[in-house]
């Protein structure tokens, strides 16, 4: 057993508030164990300009550690301007377009905020998880009012970390976790089993086939209890 009781093969505690604000098309409080991460969706009538006249739409991220998320506290990123915070939310941007139909979406964008307000490990993965359903809520309003015919999702998507410690392969890696992790590694899935990424670094030494394939299996098998747990929300 973990440090705080898990088995080596369990992710933490999960919980979901959906509405959570008010103003976005879509929110979303999600927590795993004590990582907690706000989604918001909100819809914006126009493209980028690349995309303008293409009759497509577009799906893009931001993503922020709230100042009093970490200890010690960390400083508001106001441009958004740390290569970290760029790699996680173009992470997060084109892990959740990968489930939508661009074109039935219509010239319009929706943006997905990610702020963490308390960060344990795995803010990333979590702000997918919560993303999707943020976006899934936002893109079911549009369909309600009327602004677009069909739904464009084309499937439910979810993430988690894994890693080795210790010599150990883990699922869903907390701050304490991560921190010593031999291995670190994220991966994020859809419902039918398709990989739409895989971001994997040997922090203290390569590691083999057999370790990743252990890795893979905790993952895949994290992501479909999630994406279980997304569709509750929806019965």
């Not at 010690?72 to 996680?88: A, V």
């Amino acid at each position: 057993m973990r440090f705080d009781n898990r088995k080596d093969d369990e992710y933490r505690q999960l919980k979901i508030q959906r509405n959570f604000t008010s103003n976005p098309h879509g929110s979303v409080l999600i927590s795993m164990g004590n990582t907690v991460v706000l989604c918001t969706a909100s819809v914006d009538e126009k493209v980028p300009p690349f995309l303008n006249g293409k009759g497509s739409g577009w799906v893009t991220a931001e993503y922020s550690l709230l100042p009093g998320s970490t200890v010690p506290r960390s400083r508001r990123d106001k441009n958004l301007s740390s290569g970290r915070t760029h790699e996680i939310q173009r992470l997060i941007g084109r892990s959740l377009r990968s489930v939508v139909d661009l074109e039935k979406l219509g010239e319009r964008t929706v943006w997905i905020d990610c702020d963490v307000i308390q960060a344990d490990g795995g803010t990333r993965t979590a702000s997918i998880t919560g993303g999707y359903i943020a976006m899934r809520d936002a893109l079911t309003k549009l369909m309600n009012d009327g602004l677009i015919k069909d739904m464009p999702l084309k499937d439910y998507m979810a993430a988690i970390s894994v890693g080795i410690v210790d010599g150990k392969p883990l699922l869903d890696l907390n701050y304490r976790e991560d921190s010593s992790a031999d291995v670190d590694m994220n991966i994020v899935m859809t419902d039918n089993g398709g990989i739409v990424e895989i971001q994997g670094t040997g922090e203290k030494y390569p590691f083999t086939e057999e370790m990743f394939t252990k890795m893979f299996t905790y993952a895949r098998n994290g992501i479909s209890s999630l994406i279980e747990e997304q569709k509750r929300l929806y019965e």
